[in-house]
């Protein structure tokens, strides 16, 4: 019973880390680029070198939480339990956008034409992300804990 509530409790550890590294590495991507490097020209589509940069952030984060995940873990029960975190609310919040979006991946709500002075968290809640971009998060998150496993246990031989 120990070890469940340890694997569990890693588990839940790497996925914040996970959350944590997302929301630290976006803050200075935002930083550095701005509304204009973060969009299409005067609309809330993200630019493909946000996705592309996201792509990169999603994949070290969700290393960071299979290590950290790995680290606190009694076996490899802790990182299953993360995959499994990162799989069903990966694809809750797919299927979210997905019923918001629609196959085209255009919003009900149209959040208007973007102005040129935009703060990050009105970015946060207006942006508009390609539906496959909210499917390969979870992919990403799966991949990135088992490498940063993987890491951990490369490390430890």
Not at 16 to 29: D, E, F
Request: negative net charge; aromatic residues 8%.
């Amino acid at each position: 019973m120990q070890s469940l509530a340890r694997n569990i409790g890693a588990a839940v550890l790497g996925w914040v880390t996970m959350v944590v590294a997302v929301m630290v590495l976006n803050l200075v991507m935002w930083m550095l680029l701005g509304a204009d490097g973060a969009f299409l020209p005067g609309s809330w589509d993200v630019s493909w070198g946000w996705s592309l940069a996201s792509i990169g952030i999603g994949l070290v984060a969700a290393i960071a939480g299979g290590l950290v995940c790995s680290k606190i873990a009694d076996g490899p029960w802790g990182v299953r339990f993360l995959v499994l975190i990162v799989l069903v609310l990966g694809v809750l919040v797919a299927l979210g956008n997905l019923e918001m979006t629609g196959l085209e991946g255009v919003a009900d709500a149209d959040p208007g034409p973007r102005p040129d002075d935009v703060g990050m968290f009105e970015a946060m809640a207006a942006s508009q992300q390609p539906v496959w971009m909210t499917w390969l998060n979870p992919l990403l998150g799966i991949v990135g804990a088992l490498l940063g496993a993987r890491l951990n246990r490369s490390s430890a031989e």
